[in-house]
C-alpha cells in the first residue's frame, strides 16, 4: 500500500508462452536459441535445431 496519490497497482504478470516458429507446428516452443544478443527463436522439443560446440 502507498501513501501517494494516483498510485495504481501494476497488473499481475503470467507466465509468457512461447510457440515453436517451425511452419505449421502450434505446439508450446520450450527450447529458445540465440547467438549473442540476437532475438531467440523458440522452437518444440521435435524442432529444435541439432546446436553444435565450435572448436575454439
Known sequence: MSDETGEVKAPAAGP???YC???GC???GSF???VGRATP?????EHRPEW?????
Open 41 to 45: 527463436n523458440w522452437f518444440c522439443y
Open 16 to 18: 509468457y508462452v512461447h
Open 26 to 28: 502450434k505446439k508450446w
Open 52 to 56: 553444435k560446440k565450435r572448436n575454439a
Open 32 to 34: 529458445g536459441f540465440a
Open 21 to 23: 516458429e517451425h511452419p
